[in-house]
């Protein structure tokens, strides 16, 4: 017994070593990880307010070390961030309070049963001031928004933030109730890899002004990712995939009900070769009512290859310096101003694009559908890229060069066209069951005589066919084939004449 007492008291000794040790440790290397995280921020932060035409930044403004832990506010600023929609750009300066305990053996970990040591824990929150007084209230008075985070002697990082329950409700009526969320990230302090897992219960916002009032109910959202950071600044790789158990939406004169169910988004990308990029995005809808009627369900899958990422950056950067011209003119309801570019500009813009397209970059529209109880419509379109010898040539020429090759195909399905008849007439009232039948037959047989009298389509069963295929200046339109010229032809003539 006494032997067991004395390894005990040992173990203890030699843990009350470890522990003051790592605390002296961590509060001399805090100083500098903690720059070393603002410099990060501030880099995280430059290339997200890019195209915004103001700043992001992040400074810290006081350190209060002690030995097992320490006190740090941050500052974050933003100036003059113009966003999609804004009529005056956004600015802001709030501070955030953190209490940071010093590892090997933090006490919040420990009453947690999470042994392992960590460098440190850092305990923070948004700090109530005039700017943030509102938030704190439709808190309940608790801080909005907090975060825990454990840095790894090795550098992995794993951080939780909660977004906290809040509830506002305006003087006209409208109001927003939101559950809170909570986000956990696993990674490292470079930011080279990522694992993401985040869910929030419900948000519901009521709309009330001079129209019928609005309410959205989203319930029962998630996301997770695992991603990993490529050679090129803001480019990862990997999963990301969102998921709304279901969004409900009342509105309208008669305050009915659209209700949409199993919304997802998946997105996949990957790296071709060193500087290219591939990737997949899928979006569903697994059900969709509309008063309590069956619509449908519907689906979009799109996928990408070959995009020349150093190209694809260099552009989207020149855009993003143009990028408050356009959002300025959408604010005053003006139309997209056109770019004034020097030379050297446009030069290098077109160097860009030639770049991208050396690649021969292909996008594929791989599944557009719509499914009713009857039948399933769906639109498929690919389009392969290739470089022009040049920018100058005529515009026929160009468009030759430009686009290498062309796979379109769409099928309309009768009975899904009666489907959505059906519903059109019961929405509108009417009872008489013949009647209604009637209607919806005479909409799909009206599509295929209107699509056979076009000559834009054919009928093949109960499906309005039409496909497109394109290739080295010759056209393939529903079987018949023809010189480019002749098909853009055809199209005009089809169109109605001013």
Same mark, same amino acid.
């Given at each position: ?17 470890? @522990?003051? +040790?790592?605390?002296?440790?961590? =509060?001399? #290397?805090? $100083?500098?990880?903690?720059?070393? !995280?603002?410099?990060? %921020? ?89 700017? @943030?007084? +509102?938030?704190?209230?439709?808190? =309940?008075? #608790?801080? $909005?928004?907090?975060?825990?985070? !454990?840095?790894?002697? %090795? ?99 008669? #305050? ?243």
């Amino acid at each position: 017994m006494k032997k067991s007492v004395g390894i005990l008291c040992g173990l203890a000794v030699a843990i009350a070593a470890v @522990t003051v +040790a790592g605390a002296w440790y961590t =509060g001399k #290397q805090l $100083p500098a990880e903690m720059e070393r !995280s603002i410099a990060r %921020a501030n880099t995280e932060f430059k290339n997200a307010a890019a195209g915004t035409g103001g700043t992001l930044t992040a400074e810290l403004v006081s350190l209060d070390r002690h030995f097992f832990s320490s006190d740090a506010r941050y500052r974050v600023s933003a100036k003059n961030l113009w966003l999609g929609g804004q009529s005056e750009p956004i600015n802001f300066d709030v501070a955030i309070d953190d209490h940071i305990e010093h590892g090997p053996f933090p006490w919040s970990r420990v009453k947690s049963f999470k042994l392992l040591p960590v460098m440190a824990v850092s305990n923070s929150a948004l700090v109530k001031d005039e700017q @943030t007084a +509102a938030l704190f209230d439709a808190a =309940g008075g #608790q801080s $909005p928004l907090t975060a825990q985070v !454990s840095l790894g002697y %090795a550098g992995g990082i794993d951080s939780l933030l909660h977004v906290a329950p809040m509830k506002v409700t305006q003087d006209d009526g409208g109001s927003v109730d939101f559950s809170g969320m909570r986000l956990q990230v696993e990674g490292d302090r470079d930011g080279n890899a990522m694992k993401i897992h985040g869910t929030a219960d419900r948000l519901q916002v009521k709309i009330v002004g001079d129209r019928p009032p609005a309410t959205l109910v989203f319930d029962g959202f998630k996301v997770g990712g695992d991603l990993t950071k490529t050679d090129h600044e803001m480019v990862y790789v990997g999963k990301l995939d969102l998921f709304l158990s279901q969004l409900q939406a009342t509105l309208g004169p008669k #305050q009915d009900v659209l209700l949409l169910k199993g919304l997802e988004q998946n997105n996949l990308y990957s790296l071709e070769g060193k500087d290219r990029l591939g990737g997949r995005l899928e979006y569903k809808v697994s059900d969709i009512t509309y008063a309590d009627r069956a619509v449908g369900s519907g689906q979009m899958v799109f996928n990408f290859r070959s995009v020349d990422i150093p190209a694809m950056r260099a552009l989207t950067e020149w855009y993003q310096t143009k990028l408050p011209q356009v959002q300025q003119a959408a604010a005053e309801g003006q139309q997209v101003p056109s770019f004034d570019m020097t030379d050297a500009e446009r030069a290098q813009v077109q160097a860009n694009l030639q770049k991208l397209l050396a690649a021969k970059p292909r996008a594929e529209i791989e599944d557009l559908s719509f499914k009713t109880a009857r039948g399933t419509s769906q639109f498929k379109l690919g389009v392969d890229f290739t470089n022009p010898t040049s920018f100058d040539l005529p515009p026929d020429q160009l468009g030759k060069q430009l686009i290498a090759l062309v796979d379109g195909k769409l099928t309309l399905s009768k009975p899904m066209v009666g489907d959505l008849a059906t519903l059109q007439a019961l929405l509108d009232g009417q009872t008489d069951a013949q009647a209604i039948a009637q209607q919806s037959s005479q909409a799909g047989e009206m599509l295929g005589v209107m699509a056979l009298q076009s000559g834009l389509a054919t009928v093949q069963g109960d499906d309005v066919v039409s496909s497109l295929h394109y290739a080295d200046g010759t056209v393939d339109f529903n079987g018949k084939k023809m010189p480019v010229e002749q098909f853009l032809m055809m199209l005009a003539s089809m169109l109605p004449q001013r």
